[in-house]
């Protein structure tokens, strides 16, 4: 049933105070009351009431301007949380609605300071390749734009330490090259933003190339012991810690006196039994003329056919009973009575496949 009384849009009824009281007052009588100058002044109190107010308008929009047109521009800050840990959830339920992409975690973990731990930098670097790959279309635009930011603080630390200058040479190589091919299907919704926006990202990656490849590494002021002036038992024993068969063949050629000991048959046969299982050994044996297995060879001729095997000092965590990622040296609120049970390791390929719904 509609209801019928007055408009509810009305000014309403005015009341003003008397010595008998309150009395209610009409608009005409109330217009007969003002007088002339009263009337004059409150024109021109309302015509500056409204010439401030347009003012101040103003200076506001121009304000809120500036500020976005200053975070659009300014692609240094990074916009993510820093956050030890997220809950990763996978479908929608009563308590919690929506879930947990890649890129909504990559802008909450706290990759930015992951970069700055020695621990963490090669898995950070891992993670930032297979992203790369084929995972940089399924983020979204600010996390798109975080990954960016992060490659270049990574490149940053490069230049600054002098320190892990190949892999990030690959990973550029490697993004640039995805991006080549990304850009041309613009249009298609394989990248958030304009095209002039990631022609310009192009461009940093070929300066951040080009800065890499003209870093002159300097040598130590310190008069102590040098590698070369241990034993030759320990100077094995250091190579022996290397991982990748490029870096033994780098130390040859910057250090001559070291070349002969880093073609070591020895050397050669633990990188290859540490990277490869004995079935994929088998089937990639090369023989010498002298009928002794070449080591140094199998080596690369496997890393061009299998995968190499990935060990990381610190890396993220996943609890199986509460469905959170962590970094492993920081504690998450857990419930389960015995929180070592149900947590894992996750490789960087078991963080990307984590989010693979």
């Known amino acids: 049933m509609p209801f019928l009384g007055q408009d ?26 003002v007088s002339v100058e009263s009337l004059c002044k409150a024109e021109e109190e309302e015509c500056f009431n409204k010439e401030n107010l347009l003012i101040s308008l103003s200076y ?30 996978k479908g929608s339920t009563k308590e919690r609605h929506g879930y947990c992409t890649l890129g909504e975690a990559f ?29 940089l279309p399924s983020l979204s635009g600010v996390a798109q734009k975080n990954y960016m930011n ?20 690959e990973l550029l190589q ?31 990656i070929l300066q951040w190339l080009l800065q890499l490849e003209n870093i002159q590494i300097k040598r130590p002021t310190s008069t102590g ?7 030759v038992s320990l100077q094995l024993n250091i190579m022996q810690r290397l ?16 070349g002969p000991l880093t073609e070591d048959r020895l050397l050669w046969k633990r990188l290859c039994q540490y990277h490869f299982t004995d079935r994929q050994i088998r089937k990639r044996l090369m023989v010498s003329d002298k009928g002794q297995l070449e080591w140094k060879k199998m080596y690369f001729k496997l890393s061009r056919c299998y995968p190499h095997r990935e060990e990381y000092i610190d890396t993220l965590h996943f609890c199986t009973h509460c469905h959170i990622l962590f970094w492993k040296d920081t504690n998450h609120p857990c419930t389960a009575n015995n929180p070592d049970s149900c947590t894992m390791a996750l490789s960087p390929q078991g963080f990307i496949n984590l989010f693979n719904f």
């Open 107 to 135: 802008n909450r973990l706290d990759f930015c300071s992951a970069i700055k731990d020695t621990r963490r930098f090669n898995y950070v670097v891992r993670l930032l390749e297979l992203i790369a790959k084929s995972k």
């Open 150 to 169: 992060i490659l270049e603080r990574v490149v940053q630390k490069v230049l600054d330490d002098q320190q892990n200058v190949r892999p990030i040479k």
């Open 8 to 33: 509810w849009r009305s000014p309403g009824q005015n009341w003003t105070k008397t010595e008998e009281g309150w009395k209610k007052t009409t608009a005409d009588e109330k217009n007969n009351n």
């Open 243 to 258: 991982t990748d068969g490029r870096d033994l063949v780098s130390l040859g050629q910057v250090c001559p006196e070291l």
């Open 225 to 231: 012991m040098s590698l070369t002036d241990l034993p």
């Open 174 to 204: 490697m993004l640039y090259f995805s991006l080549c091919g990304l850009v041309q299907d613009m249009g298609k919704s394989v990248l958030v933003g304009n095209i002039n926006t990631w022609l310009h990202r192009m461009e940093n």
């Open 60 to 89: 506001d929009m121009a304000a809120k301007k500036r500020k976005k047109d200053q975070m659009n521009n300014n692609t240094k800050v990074p916009y993510f949380h820093r956050e030890k840990w997220i809950y990763v959830h």
